[in-house]
């Protein structure tokens, strides 16, 4: 989202400066000044401005994209028993209606029925997930976990310019030393998995890392969701080099040489490109990210509770360490409790995280511009 947004601000500068070199912003009365007659003021709102909208759209990705995403893929929903008595038998006025005794009085005729309900999810709704963590953890649980995430991305880009400073910068390295990076940092990635779906504990994170051989057990679904994470970016690139877009991606402009049929034949296949990155994202990278997020939350020590309900035995399919398990959930039971009625609601998440930071860009994209003309409010756009 980040880099539409990018693209986005980088299109608008670019019409800018090629509307005022077409002479398309005038001033609305005569004179001679240029566009920014206050250039030092504009770059210093626009400065701040960007930095804002950096750290707004930080905060839903993480907030909501990252916190609310994570309680929704290990949330449990709960079925309470409801047990229903039968009604006493009703004594009938009738003359020729048969008298009952005092046992039978007092004895029902039928059995008690039971039934089972099921709780709506906390997680069901962005609102009701943020009003049960303020609730429970206090107002700065939205950015739980911050200290271990900004800690892990530190640690990661670290090591990832040290890998590729090793084995080059090239493409193929570059992924290389990216899925190398995240598996030697499972454990810590883990530990950010812990921290945001237990209940708060007076422990420092730093003290609940996770053991060496709980490590181990989630290093293959660790590289297989970094992997997944470098499909996105190669299944795109090679149908780029087989549709032979790379030409045009270098130079737009030779887009208008073509024919209509042409043209029309390079938007197919650049929308094939973009619906390729989605399509891997949505079959490849979604059930590997909820995978890989099970399985390190059923090594949750057990002396910590979730904050959300959570079935530690995944439906009877997890039997603990202590008694002869194997204390952690297999990659495919992991997918397969993931029932449709969640991973529905996990996508609707995504969704409106998708279209709150959409929002957020228009919202700063508008409050730029009305800087821009506040500061030079002698000039319009024809």
């Known amino acids: 989202m980040s880099g539409i947004a990018h693209h986005l601000v980088k299109r608008g500068i ?11 912003f005038t001033q609305a009365q005569d004179g001679d000044d240029k566009l920014f007659g206050h250039p030092h003021a504009v770059a210093a709102a626009l400065a701040i401005t960007s930095i804002v909208w950096f750290f707004a759209m930080a905060a839903v990705q993480y907030i909501y994209g990252e916190v609310v995403a994570t309680l929704t893929m290990i949330e449990t929903p709960i079925a309470t028993v409801v047990n229903v008595e039968p009604a006493p038998p009703a004594q009938s006025d009738e ?22 309900v099921k709780t709506k999810p906390i997680t069901s709704k962005i609102r009701t997930t943020i ?31 040290v890998l590729t400073g090793l084995i080059g910068h090239s493409m193929v390295p570059q992924s290389l030393a990216a899925v190398a990076t995240t598996v030697v940092l499972c454990r810590l990635q883990m530990l950010w998995t812990h ?41 795109p690139l090679t149908l780029v080099v087989a549709f032979d877009l790379e030409g045009y991606a270098r130079d737009p402009s030779n887009f208008g040489n ?22 891997t994202a949505v079959l490849v990278v979604f059930p590997a990210t909820v995978t890989l997020k099970r399985v390190q939350a059923s090594l949750l020590s057990e002396e910590d509770d979730t904050i959300v309900p959570f079935d530690r035995t995944f439906g009877g399919k997890v039997q603990p360490a202590v008694l002869g398990g194997k204390g952690v959930v297999s990659m495919l039971d992991a997918w397969k409790t993931f029932g449709w009625a969640a991973r529905i609601r996990l996508v609707g998440l995504y969704a409106k995280v998708f ?23 002698d000039y319009v756009l024809y």
């Open 95 to 116: 003359a020729d209606a048969p008298l009952l005794s005092a046992d039978e009085k007092k004895t029902p005729t039928t059995d008690p029925e039971l039934f089972y």
């Open 258 to 279: 073509l024919s209509p049929m042409q043209q029309k034949s390079i938007m197919l296949a650049s929308f094939a490109v973009i619906m390729s990155g989605f399509v």
């Open 14 to 24: 670019d019409a800018g400066r090629d509307n005022y070199r077409s002479g398309s």
């Open 355 to 377: 279209a709150i930071q959409v929002a957020t860009c228009v919202v700063f994209l508008l409050l730029a511009v009305f800087e821009v003309r506040m500061i030079n409010g």
């Open 131 to 161: 009003k049960h963590l303020v609730a429970v953890a206090g107002p700065w649980s939205r950015f739980r976990g911050l200290q271990v995430a900004l800690a892990y991305h530190f640690v990661h880009q670290l090591l990832f310019q």
């Open 195 to 235: 921290v945001v779906i237990s209940t708060p504990t007076e422990k420092k994170w730093y003290r609940r890392f996770p053991t060496i051989e709980q490590g181990k057990k989630v290093i293959l679904p660790t590289a297989v969701w970094a992997l997944a994470e470098q499909a996105t970016i190669y299944v």
